[in-house]
């Protein structure tokens, strides 16, 4: 099954009705702006089936764990998403007939996502089963501007009647969420109040003390004339409406608009909750749906102008390639550093928890490269802040004097995962973190960051390494026992050689950041090394790790080894697998996906990719021959990296294989799971795999480089990136590569396939 | 806590009443007869903490599986053992005082399960809040000549006053599994009646047709005398009673007698249980208290004196050994080859299923030496019976052609568990049932067993060893991948030792055995061959992977690898070990007892001592002080073989040790859960402790050896060991070994200690 939306260069369109089709769309058209999102759920009735989701960024339940078999270490909650009030809504009866697409003859069906301006439309035409034909026409959005605020703009057209419409504008807090481990409801009721045209619902979550309120002012007109129709007031528990009546002429336009202010006591103290609320509800309604509207526009059109990509001649890749950076920029504006990247964004429940090392690895040099360096390094503080907990959370592991584990997933820095081959061995993850440091220092030339917050999180990070890891006598070298790698078709493998690799950078790495605090912020030096207690063994013991470490190699392929043995497995790729095999975390049971040599994600390549720069061409020829053709991509953060290296390699076919199965993944349900929502942080992947895939950018200290690729079968033969780091315009296609200064910068150094230039902004742009 | 029962060679006793023991009393002073058990519960009304339950031989509920993260091939349900009617309910009022030990002040309490004649007896007296004091006194059995029949004789007298007592004798069948993954009630009712001194409740189970019905006569009496008091007849939802309310003088002694009837239509058809019932509950209350109980310790007479194991001089270790052998007869006649024996027997709900691989592994030498052979050839039947779902199980897994995969957990041949590493992983299992059908052939000669039936199980069996395996490459040799040993502290390794070797031993012995077909039973060879589609290609197969399987080893320390890399650990004594850390599994998380070297139970060491006769002593002893050392034996089938190896290499103080943890895990409470219920199978551990421990007795096809340990500090310096399968009493003291024959045999060669003796069965015995 799939949602099968058009192909448009700006927008997202259903320009037909399917009963099958619409959760999907309800994921697919989900709107927000970085603290309120919401899936595309009908603002009036809808009997079919249906997800319905208002989110609120930061908001969480901590959800009673569900296992089946407890393992001791295992955390008691796992982080819920939590679906709050739903403030779109909007009960309609048509001459006592209440309006229900499901039960409706669907005469003309438009649905609209407007990734440009960030609007949300829908125009349907129908008739009821009263034979009474109308036309429903909806706008709404969340405002980037004023980031409390939602609109909704609705209105109904009688087409061949004169008659009755009433609107029941409502708050409904009466909400569940779908994914709830014990079919609890969330939320309990502080207070609610009805008046005419206003209202609010306030509620506060169960075990944790979130409060949020919605506040509600409502505007009914006919023909655009504001009508003085006394609302009947309702109010119930949790639940507030005006519901307005009127009678109207065949082709007279009857609309509500709603103008709802959301926010919790996370951005306000509980006593001034309502009043805040209310304060911007009413003034929102006062300014009016199109200077909202007008306002909101305008931040989406300053963030495409940092953001874009430009893709001619391939409208479903250009129209991918833009859903991915639409829905990266409104699930995540980078303004609180208590926020993060949720796997589904505000466009479902699934998963949970709002933080994976999705975010290190993918979704940092997405925002490095398109935000400013704020947003990125609100990510890097959101893990600094949460520290302390990673610290808890290693001991509870055993591990001490500041060891440092981060979570697999997380909310507030608890652990929430509780499956014993994920969440206590495939600490890989915690090497993300510290890479992440790293990288923002190497792009921004921040250091100041490393010395005031990220060597703290180094450091404990770099003590779990040096704890986790044990001698092996036998090996007379340092061994890791017991992990899972990126990989996670395999589980509690010895020596992984992603976790080893990641592991020994990370001792590196800390150790290189000591050292240069030590001589270049001298000033800084004892506070840090007195903060952090570090001892002098401690550069001893890592240095001695790192230079025992022990990598698992095969010299006859001249690969390195995933772990241990990975050479008694039998190797057959992928293409020889019959396809009814496929995918095999469908088909195999996990002891057969184990003990196979099939690969859900880069592993090996991982580590390649990330430290590309240690390895000659044909190290990474090799291993990349030998693990993609065994790799089943059955992660959605998989291809990008493949697409990556192969074009790095010049396997040019492959990697517009890999970008096929990255940029569309949602669009087109390639893992038949859209309707749960979107994958949000492998969306960076595929902006990943332009920008580092087909243009080569690799960002260096004192320059910009380029090795681009283009495929034989590149339907868009010519591409621009728009790339804010730099001020840059890049611009590839078959016969070269233009590059050109958007603004700020004199010069620029770049390097284009290993031929240096000096880029002039001058008027024209000079390359010398 | 522990429940501080008194030391007794017969007896369990518990003479004072703490709220706290009572749960665990609950579990030991369990009384069952392979069909009906229970657990020790108070026949009134008991406001303290219980666990109330009533168990039915076979009777199970497919409880709706329950984990945390979905893998591909999990069961959709776990079979629980169920909970159903309380039959032994007896409310009281005294003078308008509900009866309630919790609420009672305690004035002198005896409770005593009798092993000898399997009976449970109560003795209290107490004074009530109003200030009547009385004497309980209850006793009750379920019969082991009638397996339907279960009786209570309860009875009050006031002690210092005169007054009324009222007894409500009741069915109650609105009862729940403690254990219930979603809380669920799994009766449905079918129908219940109450008439005067009579009534019955009759139920089925939810998503399967068990109908269970049970049927009670009551009788009245005061001062032993009937009394036609008419009772007040009570019918309500799935409860029926009869209340008799009767005026007593201080002194007299008013009782109630019940009668009940209890079988299920696994034994009748539908339409005829009621009536089976009715008609058996009559009977038995006409025959009387006195002649049922008679028959009933009869049978228990005739089972002791086939199974008795004596020790002198230790009381604690004669009653603990009495113990264990008093429940494993309970819980398995034997008589009925559907049945099998729970790890909770029918003290307990938890762990659910009736059959582990510890049927095979560690009972069936306890039911061949102590009952006739039937009893374990039933045990062989069971899983001969269960083949066709083994096949479907291995085929979930993606095996085909016939092979064959045991379930970890079953009560009717469908897998029930649901942990990866366990349920997919731990297939050693599979070993141990082919293991057990040789083991019976060598025990009873019975080679006629394996032609019928046995070749079935093995072939299968072997075909998923031939398939599990995979050829190495990188080793040139076999290697099976991704498995969990015996030592479930190890998931997902790689060439566990004792995998490898018990699936080249089955394919080894499989193989023989279709040879000896061949050649000694010709006229069945062709229709084996045909009915298990046997292939010539399989015989190639599979001795090529008998001649080429890989096994770990070390050369220097002479040691058998427990799995690939296993010297990478860092290998640290348990002695070592802080004891804050222990026992591990609730001190450390997962993966550090994964990653460390510690051992759950034996596991090279296992294949050690099933195949005992392949290594020489110093073979054994080295891998002995490699792997003992290292354990930490958390699981309650550890202990016994370590026993019994110690032994055999004449470390009779490491043997001493081991079978102190053996022998009272549940009267003492060791692993401080006996609350649940008893380790039943372990039992059979504490037996082989002592028969294949210290008197190092082997079974061989012509003779029996003994090599008798006795450690310094053991207490009982004589023990005897009552051995049916030759008619053997054998008695070791420090002084020797004295054998004599029972009955029966005319001679029987004997080895002790490497010396032969022909034992003539003539009075007085003589040694030749």
């Known amino acids: 099954m799939k949602c099968n939306v058009k192909l448009d260069p700006w927008k997202i369109i259903l320009d037909h009705y399917d009963e099958h089709e619409v959760e999907i769309a309800e994921s697919l058209f989900s709107i927000g702006n970085g603290c309120l999102g919401q899936r595309a759920n009908f603002e009036e009735n809808y009997s079919g089936r249906t997800l319905r989701g208002s989110y609120i960024a930061g908001v969480y339940y901590p959800d009673k764990t569900r296992v089946g078999w407890w393992k001791n270490g295992y955390p008691e909650y796992f982080a819920k998403v939590l679906n709050s009030t739903n403030w779109i809504g909007i009960n309609v009866t048509i001459d006592d007939e209440i309006l229900d697409l499901a039960k409706c003859t669907i005469l003309n069906y438009y649905h609209e996502l407007d990734m440009k301006n ?20 909806a706008i709404r959005f969340i405002s980037m501007a004023q980031k409390e605020v939602g609109a909704v703009r609705y209105s109904i057209k009688p087409l061949n009647f004169d008659g009755n419409i009433t609107f029941e504008s409502y708050l409904d807090g009466n909400v569940v969420n779908s994914d709830s481990n014990y079919d609890e409801i969330f939320w309990n009721r502080i207070d609610e109040k009805s008046y005419e045209n206003e209202g609010y619902v306030m509620m506060e979550t169960k075990k944790l003390p979130f409060m949020v309120c919605s506040y509600l002012t409502s505007v009914l007109t006919v023909n655009s004339e504001k009508v003085d129709s006394k609302p009947n007031v309702i109010e119930k528990d949790k639940f507030v409406s005006d519901i307005y009546s009127i009678d109207v002429k065949k082709g007279e336009v009857a609309q509500v608009e709603k103008f709802v202010a959301t926010t919790s006591n996370r951005y306000s103290e509980n006593t001034e909750l309502l009043k805040k609320t209310k304060t911007i509800s009413n003034k929102a309604c006062e300014a009016g749906f199109d200077a909202l509207l007008e306002a909101h526009i305008n931040v989406w059109s300053k963030t495409w102008n940092t953001c874009d990509i430009t893709i001619d001649g391939d409208v479903a890749a250009q129209q991918g390639i833009r859903f991915n950076i639409f829905q990266l920029m409104q699930t995540y504006t980078g303004d609180d550093s208590r926020l993060n990247i949720g796997p589904k964004g505000f466009t479902g429940e699934k998963y949970g928890g709002s933080t994976y090392w999705d975010t290190e690895a993918y979704c940092i040099p997405f925002y490095l490269s398109t935000c400013n360096n704020e947003v990125a390094r609100n990510l890097l503080v959101y893990r600094h802040n949460q520290l302390d907990k990673a610290i808890e959370n290693a001991e509870k592991l055993g591990f001490t004097d500041g060891a440092a584990l981060y979570p697999m997933v997380t909310m507030n820095g608890e652990e929430c995962h509780n499956e014993w081959e994920i969440t206590f061995e495939e600490i890989h993850r915690n090497g993300a973190i510290a890479y992440a440091v790293d990288f923002y220092e190497r792009y921004t030339g921040d250091f ?6 990220g060597i703290d999180v180094i450091v404990g990070i770099s003590r779990f390494w040096a704890q986790r890891v044990n001698f092996s006598k036998a090996k007379n070298q340092y061994v890791m026992l017991g992990v899972t790698g990126p990989n996670e078709y395999e589980n509690n493998v010895n020596n992984n050689w992603y976790t080893n690799k990641i592991a020994t950078w990370t001792l590196k790495y800390t150790l290189r950041c000591l050292k240069k605090i030590k001589e270049e912020y001298a000033d800084y030096y004892n506070t840090v090394i007195e903060r952090l207690n570090f001892k002098n063994e401690e550069f001893e013991k890592w240095n001695h790790i790192v230079e025992n470490m022990y990598f698992p190699y095969d010299e006859e392929l001249g690969v390195f080894l995933q772990q241990d043995n990975f050479l ?15 995918p095999l975390n469908q088909k195999w049971s996990w002891d057969r996906i184990l003990r196979s040599c099939y690969i859900k994600q880069a592993d090996v390549l991982q580590g390649i990719y990330f430290f590309e720069d240690e390895y000659d061409m044909e190290t990474i020829k090799k291993n990349f021959n030998f693990y993609e053709p065994i790799t089943v991509h059955e992660s959605s953060l998989s291809p990008c990296v493949h697409n990556i290296l192969a074009s790095k390699i010049d396997n040019a076919d492959k990697a517009y294989e890999m970008y096929l199965r990255t940029s569309r993944l949602d669009l087109d349900n390639y893992n038949n799971d859209s309707e749960d929502g979107c994958h949000i942080t492998s969306m960076a992947g595929t902006w990943l795999s332009i920008v580092q895939g087909f243009a080569g950018m690799r960002v260096r200290h004192n320059h910009i480089e380029f090795n681009p690729t283009l495929p034989d079968n590149w339907n868009g033969y010519n591409f621009k990136i728009l790339y804010r780091g730099n001020n840059l315009q890049v611009s590839v296609t078959k016969e070269g590569t233009d590059i ?29």
Chains 1, 2 share one sequence.
Do not use: A
């Open 448 to 453: 100041q960051y490393v010395v005031e917050k």
């Open 740 to 768: 050109s200064i958007l603004e700020g910068n004199d010069t620029i150094d770049v390097v284009i396939k290993g031929e240096s230039y000096k880029l002039v902004n001058s008027n024209p742009i000079k390359i010398q």
């Open 118 to 137: 960030g609007v949300l439309t829908r125009n349907v035409k129908c008739r009821l089963q009263n034979d009474k034909e109308i036309e429903l026409n």
């Open 568 to 582: 008694d497995k039998e190797i057959l790729p992928v293409k020889d697998l019959n396809k009814s095999n496929l």
